[in-house]
């Protein structure tokens, strides 16, 4: 399952995110937690170092598309490679947590045992101040999420960029469901409607988690506003704050109610396993590919990235059983 944590910034959405990861990694399966947000703080909230910090996806975006493109021979070099390359017959596709070279290059440990992996997109850097985009960085995730056949019982939790920078490619589109934290105001309750307006039309169900409610009516203002897509609400929580501000934390510390809210998401997210459609994924994949094609990269590359789609390509555990390409010399 893929999970999407979104949201206004400040409001909650990387602390939730980090949660979620620890929760799942200790009462579902394997998790692999990924930092998709131009602040990249994931990984100082699951108590990371620094310099214990994974590879960057995003300044090794040749390597990484050189190995999914493995011997697809639609995809002519590395260099041909865009975001929204979707996979096809000869590509290298991706088992969460599996034994390949993105995950052993990319995904390290958190420092807590049996807890979630974590990949990072990466900060912005000198270079890139004035002449690149963020979405660029963000785009290897869209390209890990496209090659990866993730299982049941498998989660791929990604902190995602604030407000709608998500709507700037197809990502949105990549996940079974996706978290929005509100707040109990109007920036939090309007940012709610402007991402459930634009997800409904490609079927992306947006479940809203209040935070930093502090009473009765906030949880009325939330319902008035939001509806039945309130699925739960986090008030204050001293374990909580103690890890904002650095302090070690584990999964005991936090206060029922909290563990409570996790494990409602944590239900939520399984209950939605049944609605998997490989199909839709698949289609919604070749539709943002060939609108990306035509907007920039078409020109960018100097080539029709239209025929890089393998009409012939099935997405989803089939794809796995035809086995792995072979190995270029």
């Known amino acids: 399952m893929r999970v999407a944590f979104v949201g206004k910034g400040g409001s909650g959405k990387t602390t939730m995110a980090a949660l979620f990861a620890r929760y799942t990694a200790r009462h579902g399966g394997p998790v692999v937690a990924i930092d998709a947000d131009i602040n990249q703080h994931l990984g100082m909230v699951l108590g990371m170092g620094e310099e214990e910090l994974p590879r960057p996806l995003g300044a090794h975006l040749t390597e990484i598309k050189d190995y999914l493109r493995g011997d697809n021979p ?53 270079d890139d101040l004035g002449v690149a985009c963020y979405h660029s960085k963000v785009g290897a995730v869209e390209l890990y999420l496209n090659h990866l056949v993730d299982g049941a019982g498998e989660y791929a939790v990604v902190d995602m960029t604030a407000g709608a920078d998500s709507f700037a490619s ?42 930093k409610v502090h009473g009765p009516d906030d949880v009325a203002f939330l319902r008035e506003r939001v509806g039945a897509d309130l699925l739960a609400w986090m008030g204050h929580s001293a374990a909580v704050r103690a890890m904002e501000q650095g302090r070690p934390l584990t999964l005991a510390d936090l206060e029922a109610p909290v563990l409570g809210v996790l494990a409602g998401m944590l239900a939520y997210v399984d209950g939605r396993a049944e609605d998997r459609d490989w199909a839709r994924f698949g289609r919604q994949a070749g539709e943002f590919h060939l609108r990306n094609a035509r907007a920039w990269a078409n020109r960018a590359v100097g080539e029709d990235l239209a025929a890089q789609i393998d009409p012939g390509f099935v997405y989803g555990p089939e794809a796995l059983a035809a086995g792995p390409p072979a190995r270029r010399p």
Not at 84 to 94: A, H, K, V
Not at 108 to 120: I, S
């Open 74 to 126: 639609r995809i002519v070099s590395a260099a041909a490679m865009v975001k929204t390359t979707p996979p096809g017959r000869g590509s290298r596709l991706l088992r969460l947590g599996g034994d390949d070279a993105i995950h052993a290059g990319f995904a390290t440990p958190a420092p807590q045992g049996g807890g979630p992996r974590l990949m990072v997109t990466g900060p912005f850097a000198d």
């Open 170 to 211: 197809g990502l949105f589109t990549r996940f079974d469901v996706t978290f929005l934290m509100a707040e109990p105001t109007l920036q939090g309750v309007g940012v709610y409607r402007q991402y459930r307006d634009h997800a409904a039309r490609y079927g992306v169900k947006v479940a809203v988690i209040g935070n």
